[in-house]
């Protein structure tokens, strides 16, 4: 008998699927699937990104007094996170009662490892995220992150561990292609193979650093318009109203911020901070919950990052800042200094009217009191 050629021959399954999706149901009837995860969990549209040692409990704490609607933590190695003293495991999963809804983020390139370390975390997330868009070399060297885009079939064993034998939903955090049509096939492939969720950032592996370029919206917008499952998009979110800008063009679920959250964590409020206070705050939650220096230090760097420059000598303190009340002084001399420098601006500097340039970005000539 001969095929028409307008017949279409469906795809084998893959043999690492070892469960149909009706004995997965029956496996784990109460775990939510696509949209009742998303309704589930509040609906989010505005979401902090996981960051390496940048999204931890302090900072999704901040970042929820600011509207955040759903925090990722930061990137876990799967494999370190199994093998973890005591310390090492409290560093990289801290989490509260009030820290909902929560997604907890691995890399990984084994199966099992994942699972194992997936195990650990299921009472207290919501989900399990897999990182597929670390571009940085580390990730190279480790083979994880962005590094398995060219390797589908690791990918879709990866996701269909968690699928088939995790008591909460998986999710992935994918880059897209050069080629439109190759991400939206690399997506369905992420799709079906059990992600409940997928975040694009529209970024290649290649932008990043001083390469980082802009997000391609259009290849978000393809891949919402051609999976099932709620999608996030990243990249490109630079001020409060590039969220519903965002929306808009993708028409996407939600809008996930990571640098610009690092640089004004009170961006999904709308307001415009004064950066010490937005810092102040910061410390105030570190003294209720331990986090380590290095997270702070690094946090305090990124709020700064307009005054360091200037303030060089602040700069210097804060390097050899070792304890919480190191970090405290740190901003209390920076806040004296701002508000010294706001008091001689002629005119002062109001946030509210901020000029922009021929590219729509928001002139810091004159925010005196690092308000951005």
Known sequence: MTVPETAVTAAPVPAHFTMTEDEIRAKFPTRLRGYDLYRQIGSPKLVVAPMVDQSELAWRILSRRYNAQLCYTPMINAKLFTRANKGFFKDQWQTN???????????????????????LVVDGADAVDLNLGCPQNIAKRGHYGSY?????????????????????????????????????????MVEAAGAQMITVHGRLREQRGHKTGLADWAKIRAVKEAVSVPVFANGNILYFEDIQRCIEETGVDGVMSAETNLYNPALFSGKVLPTWQLATEYLEICRDVPTRPQFIRGHLFKLFRNSLPIHTDLRQKLVAAETLDDYEQVTKDIKARLIEEATACDPPFDPDHVESDEHGYRNSKRHKVEAV
């Open 97 to 119: 009662a009030e820290d909902r809804p929560v997604i907890v983020q691995f890399c990984a390139n084994d199966p099992e490892l994942l699972l194992n370390a997936a195990n």
């Open 148 to 188: 398995l885009m060219e390797d589908w079939d690791l990918i879709s064993k990866l996701i269909r561990k968690l699928h088939e034998n995790l008591e909460i939903p998986v999710t992935a955090k994918i880059r897209v292609f050069p080629d439109i049509a190759k991400t939206v096939e690399y997506a369905k």
